[in-house]
RNA sequence: GGGCCAAUAGCUCAAUUAGGUUGAGCGCCACUCUGAUAAGGUGGAGGCUCUCGGUUCAAAUCCGAGUUGGCCCA
């Protein structure tokens, strides 16, 4: 790209961004910026592999951004940065996409159409909808190493579990047993905790009385599962809760309920009883031990009747005041509190359900059917056992699987298991060492999971997943003698069948008709699959293809950094805390950047499901893709949701162009006076430099200093909010409006030429603190600004640093004051109707401290200069303005009571009366004719009061002052952050040589524009004619004839009989002006 | 049902890590400017800081209870 070259009048996104991929592929940007800081400290960064379901969507889009953001600045500060993206492609979510899609209903389609065939289906589907991801991802103009994406389902990446699983048996880690766990019966699998979504559905309500056995009465339980009550095993209660034995009265018949001593009254209304009467109160204490009649004996002859059960037990899950009746039914086959009390207990748990959630044959006349459908006849035959003392329903939210929406039951079943909560010390160590961002969801939200954790179920019934690399003996089915192996040459020297290690896929299809033999037994694998959290568990080191390739382990593990969004502290947060702990007893990541959802602009979470969403494709086709990442960029990544907003887009598509302007309009101006930015350095050009470039050059590097700490604090927001409000306030509104006529100068001058160096050195560091947040348009104008000379991309560009030489707080502040003073002063002059095209004779700058005297004494030629001033006249804080009067403004409120009948006459008194200072001396001098003369008000005041009171007097609260300014004088208060620093005044009162200016400055705005709809170049000469019909004025303007004809660059001012032609009103003058390009007249002559 | 986070102008967010007159950007309205022009400038309207209670001379800020939203857990 050629130095200075033309860019787009408009700032045109698509065309630009197709520009530079273009460009980018042309040049290997990539690669070149991977290679170019190939030497550099590394920086391992570990990419949460989204789930390979559909296309990008907001949510990954702002993650990708935010990777992409920090990935680009820290290459920029030099690390060598790991950058593998990665993808999660095993699970059930797949399996569930691919039987929709081939029409299965149920596991048996699947053993029918084969494991083999619906593995194949699973990869392609899974490949499938990776590339989707893949082409979103690099859309939106992030960099990573897309061209070597690590896959959950290649055999290195699997080999990673395996080793990992591995190492946590090793460490005694792993365990098969039997556990209560949530299930879904259609998938037949088991479900992680976190693959359990909660919705709110209508259940049965039923409370059920067990007759005691060895006394009278009965106790009485409240369940929404009446399918688990075959599986009853115990009751519980709570020791130290309060219960009471009530004698209830319904239809002539009397029963003897227990129930927690809070809930009765409750309990009873649900039961409709006419009356009841308390005659015994006991703790849950005294009733343990008592045995009951299970209710469904008859239905279920298999049901449990051990030695101990069917008794009353205490246990810790039971809450007297909650819902039901501080009575709990317990069945360990089902319950996880159930479970673990029973297993306490002694009790084998009872669970008569079988994989597809229909009842085995234990369970008696409900043998056979799907326990959910039975609930209707157990309550049936609840009723007819006498033992249903009330059956409703009740709408609470109920656990469904994450993938088929079915509802889960809870059964025990045989699993595999990481047994985390034997290390949980360790865990909660391990948090230590990693910092979090924000801090309080490490200390608050992630650890209380943790605490809570329990041991991780990794197996699943199903087929697309690692296969556990388990084997027991054939003739076995518990965890007593297994092989764990651990890898893949591990593997091959250990089967008994002949594998190549190098081309062995892993997947089920192919590893479950391995077997091993040693020591005369023979091993076959266990059926399982993973749970796929354990896939991305292992990213850590699976990114680094370990353990199939050890060469960079030891160097770069831990992960210096993961950055993914608030719901993964229960995911992939913790499963990777989890196996890192498990496998090497550390959390294998050491910094952690947690940012929120992208929520509907009116605040909703998004669903694709529901269709509620907004379409990255959508907001690109709209806005293009740098405006997009600017907007995901500018909202704070710490925790906090972003709302998604079309107006913000749009703002910030209004900033992209300000800058886009910024960066252009030095560009002509530059060629054409063939500005070399190596020759006229700013080194060269130091001497030169006026203040305003120094000025800018010393924001320049508090914008740097600012940036850097904010991104190194994972604060990206705002650094980009700092960068935008200098290049948009101070460059762009401040600085280039100060600069342009330097520019225009004709002459080559020093002065010209220390702003085009200041300017091409400012732009150029802007540009390249620009590169991260939007990489294509800062691309289009790095090349432009370096030509050749630069690298072949904005990106391989070091992070500027801060040029200690020219930082200047005290020149910031400086012209914090003067923008302040030049705020107020077009105020100002507004008030007095006078533009800034004509000059005032003088500009008074009443000061309050002396940091303002500093700062006007310091630049006045500048602020004279800005505020087009003949004089800055400077009034400090100890003096005052000696020109300015005040008059004072009663409060009748106080003024009334105090001087009765005569306030009205003190109050115009008080307002017209014009003191030289704003006392209350000064006031009661000015007035004192009026004071003085209240003979009889004093009379009147002294007779009332009967006493020696004092006549009335002016008090401060009675009145305030106010500034009265000259005629021809407008005053303004200047100040900023809230503060006021002072006055500023100006006398916009006309002299002849003011007038003169003026109304040449008024031509020459006109002849501007005329140049301008004629579209003629910057330096084209022209010829001017100009006929003003007032003669006063005529000759106002011809005693500046010389400035407007450098002004316009017109060489003659003559009559001319063509050319561009208008009249204008000029203040009530009529102006006819005719312009023509002097090549054009000299042709035509 | 429990935990965490948020709630301030029409919108997006600030309010200087332990209280002291609520601010900015965008949007809106009016005026203005014009060799960056789909810009720029000046002014204006717009707030019971979610509600209720408490601590304090003083609360957007601290404490308690609730409401709404988001996430997580059961």
Redesign the pocket.
């Known amino acids: 790209m050629d130095r200075f070259a033309e860019v787009d009048?408009?700032y045109d996104p698509h065309e630009l961004e197709g520009r530079i991929f273009d460009y980018w592929d042309d040049v290997d940007a990539y690669e070149q910026t991977v290679e170019h800081r190939s030497d550099g400290e590394t920086y391992f960064f570990v990419d949460g592999p989204p789930y390979t379901s559909g296309s990008a969507h907001m949510g990954t889009t702002w993650n990708k951004s935010l990777k992409d953001v920090y990935l680009r600045f820290l290459r920029m500060q030099g690390y060598d940065v790991t950058d593998r993206p990665g993808y999660d492609m095993h699970g059930l979510p797949i399996e569930t996409r691919v039987e929709e899609r081939l029409g299965f209903e149920n596991k048996k389609d699947i053993e029918e159409f084969g494991e083999e065939n619906f593995i194949q289906e699973c990869k392609e589907y899974a490949d499938e909808q990776l590339e989707g991801l893949q082409s979103d991802f690099q859309d939106f103009g992030v960099w990573m190493d897309w061209d070597d994406p690590y896959r959950t389902v290649s055999p290195e990446y699997m080999e990673a579990a395996w080793w990992g699983f591995s190492k946590a048996a090793e460490r005694g880690l792993v365990e098969k047993g039997k556990r209560s766990i949530s299930w879904c019966p259609r998938c037949e699998t088991g479900l992680a905790?976190?693959e359990?979504e909660?919705d709110d559905v209508e259940d049965p309500s039923i409370y059920v009385t067990f007759d005691l056995a060895d006394r009278d009465g009965s106790v009485v339980i409240w369940t929404t599962t009446p399918w688990t009550i075959p599986a009853n095993t115990f009751v519980a209660v709570d020791p130290e809760g309060e219960y009471v034995g009530v004698r209830a009265e319904k239809d002539g018949d009397e029963e003897l309920l227990y129930i927690a001593e809070a809930k009765h009254e409750a309990v009873l209304k649900e039961g409709r009883y006419e009356d009841y009467e308390v005659v015994e109160e006991l703790t849950g204490e005294e009733m343990t031990g008592w045995s009951y009649e299970h209710p469904l004996a008859e239905q279920v002859p298999d049901h449990v009747d051990g030695e101990g059960t069917l008794e009353v037990y205490a246990a810790d899950y039971v809450d007297t005041h909650g819902d039901g009746t501080g009575l709990v039914h317990s069945a360990p086959g089902h319950g996880e509190e159930d479970f673990e009390r029973g297993r306490e207990l002694g009790f084998e748990p009872f669970c008569p359900v079988g994989e597809d959630g229909t009842y085995t044959e234990e369970g008696g006349t409900y043998a056979g059917q799907f326990v959910k459908d039975a609930n209707e006849e157990i309550i049936a035959d609840l009723e007819s056992e006498g033992a249903m003392l009330a059956s409703g329903a009740t709408d609470h939210?109920y656990g469904h699987c994450w993938r088929c929406d079915t509802g889960i039951i809870q059964v025990v079943t045989d699993q595999w298991f990481i047994t985390i909560t034997d290390v949980k010390d360790e865990l909660l160590d391990n948090i230590e060492d990693s910092e979090w961002h924000p801090d309080?969801?490490r200390d608050?939200?992630f650890r209380?999971?943790v605490e809570?954790a329990p041991d991780w179920n990794v197996s699943r019934q199903r087929y697309w997943g690692i296969p556990l690399p388990v084997w027991t003996p054939e003739d076995r089915d518990d965890d007593q003698d297994r092989i764990v192996v651990g890898d893949r040459e591990e593997l091959a020297e250990r089967v008994d069948q002949d594998i190549d290690p190098e081309t062995v896929d892993l997947h089920k299809d192919t590893v479950d008709g391995l077997t091993i033999t040693e020591g005369g037994t023979t091993y076959t694998r266990v059926p399982d699959v993973f749970d796929v959290w354990l896939d991305s568990s292992v990213a850590s080191w699976g990114t680094l293809d370990f353990p199939a390739d050890d060469s960079r382990f030891d160097e770069l593990w831990p992960a210096d950094l993961i950055l993914e969004a608030?719901?993964q502290?229960?995911g992939w947060f913790w499963s990777q805390l989890g196996m890192g702990t498990a496998a090497l007893g550390e959390s294998p990541y050491e910094q952690v950047l947690m940012h929120?959802?992208a929520?509907m602009p009116d605040?909703?979470?998004m669903s694709k499901s529901r269709d509620i969403l907004i379409d990255p494709h959508e907001a690109i086709d709209r806005h293009g893709r740098d405006v997009m990442r600017l907007f995901l960029l500018s909202?704070?990544p710490q925790?906090?949701?972003?709302?998604f907003?079309w107006?913000?887009m749009?703002?910030m598509e209004?900033h992209l162009?300000?800058l886009w302007?910024?960066f252009?309009?030095p560009l002509p101006y530059m060629r054409l006076d063939e500005f070399d930015p190596e020759r006229t350095t700013l080194e060269e050009v130091d001497a030169d430099l006026q203040p305003l470039d120094e000025w800018v050059l010393a924001r320049l590097q508090s914008t740097k200093a600012e940036m850097t700490a904010e991104l190194e604090e994972f604060r990206q927001d705002r650094a980009l909010e700092a960068l935008l409000e200098f290049v948009v306030e101070d460059v762009?509104?401040f600085y280039?409006?100060a600069v342009?006529e330097r520019m225009?100068d004709e002459e080559d001058s020093a002065s010209k030429r220390a702003a085009y160096a200041t300017i091409y050195h400012v732009l150029r560091e802007s540009v390249v603190l620009l590169a991260p947040y939007a990489p294509f348009a800062s691309e289009e104008i790095y090349g432009v600004l370096t030509g050749e000379s630069g690298h072949d991309t904005v990106h391989m560009e070091d992070w500027p640093e801060v040029e200690e030489y020219w930082e200047d707080d005290r020149l910031e502040v400086d012209v914090e004051h003067l923008r302040a003073i030049e705020?107020a002063g077009?105020?100002a002059r507004?008030q007095a109707g006078r533009?800034l095209?004509w000059p005032v004779p003088r500009v008074v700058v009443a000061a309050d401290d002396d940091r303002v005297v500093e700062a006007v004494e310091r630049h006045s030629d500048l602020l004279a200069e800005r505020l087009n001033a003949r004089e800055i006249e400077l009034v400090s804080a100890e003096d005052r303005w000696e020109e300015l009067a005040y008059s004072a403004e009663a409060d009748m409120s106080k003024l009334g009571p105090a001087f009765g009948g005569r306030a009205g006459e003190v109050m115009n008194a008080l307002n017209e009366a014009r003191i030289d200072e704003p006392t209350l001396e000064a006031l009661e001098a000015a007035v004192a004719d009026v004071l003085e003369d209240d003979e009889s008000a004093e009379q009147r005041s002294a007779e009332d009061a009967s006493g020696d009171e004092p006549r009335a007097q002016l008090e401060e609260s009675m009145v305030s002052f106010v500034t009265e300014t000259p005629e021809e004088i407008a005053g303004t208060p200047f100040g900023f952050d809230?503060d006021d620093h002072g006055v500023v005044y100006v006398d916009a009162s006309l002299t002849e040589d003011i007038e003169s200016e003026g109304y040449a400055r008024e031509v020459i705005?006109r002849v501007?524009?005329m140049?301008?709809e004629l579209e003629?170049?910057?330096e084209q000469r022209i010829v001017l004619d100009l006929e003003i019909g007032d003669d006063r004025v005529a000759n106002l303007v011809a005693e500046r004839e010389d400035l407007v004809r450098e002004e316009?660059?017109a060489d003659e001012i003559r009559d001319l009989e063509d050319g561009h032609r208008k009249e204008w009103d000029v203040e009530d003058v009529t102006m006819t002006i005719a312009v023509e390009p002097l090549a054009a007249v000299e042709a035509s002559d």
């Not at 925790?639 to 709302?643: A, F, L, P, S, T």
């Open positions: 009048d408009q905790n976190n359990v909660y939210s309080w969801a608050n939200r209380d999971f809570d608030h719901d502290t229960r929120g959802h929520l605040g909703r979470a909202n704070n925790g906090d949701d972003m709302r907003s107006d913000g749009q703002t209004n162009r300000t302007n910024v252009r309009f762009s509104r280039i409006q342009r225009w705020e077009a105020n507004q533009k095209r809230g705005r501007q524009e140049r301008k003629l170049d910057v316009v660059r």
